[in-house]
Nanobody
Framework: QVQLVESGGGLVQAGGSLRLSCAAS????????MGWFRQAPGKERGFVAS????????FYADSVKGRFTLSRDYIKNTVFLQMNSLKPEDTAVYYC?????????WGQGTQVTVSS
């Protein structure tokens, strides 16, 4: 069983910044990739960013390119999402995702609210 611990969400004004973190713990087999998805009220969950433990990526959704930066701590199975120049349309619950061995795991989600 793998648990994802997310932190860093909150309320910020448009143009501000937040830094999300996600750490995978528990009985991991072999982490292959980690990343973030988000879901705004009334919307489907969508891809934000991801990075491979084998060297591919990071990859970003077009809507966040140039504003968000994904980094990793390979040893600690942790990813960080630096979010700059935030816009009200970035408001969503952000969910951490990990590919571990043959399975996919999701965090509980952390709220990001950007005021206009």
């Amino acid at each position: 069983q793998v648990q994802l611990v997310e932190s860093g969400g909150g309320l910020v004004q448009a143009g501000g910044s937040l830094r999300l973190s996600c750490a995978a713990s528990g009985r991991t087999v072999s982490v292959n990739a980690m990343g973030w998805f988000r879901q705004a009220p009334g919307k489907e969950r969508g891809f934000v960013a991801s990075i491979s433990w084998s060297g591919n990526g990071p990859f970003y959704a077009d809507s966040v390119k140039g504003r968000f930066t994904l980094s990793r701590d390979y040893i600690k199975n942790t990813v960080f999402l630096q979010m700059n120049s935030l816009k009200p349309e970035d408001t969503a619950v952000y969910y951490c995702h990990v590919q571990d061995g043959l399975r996919d795991y999701w965090g509980q989600g952390t709220q990001v609210t950007v005021s206009s």
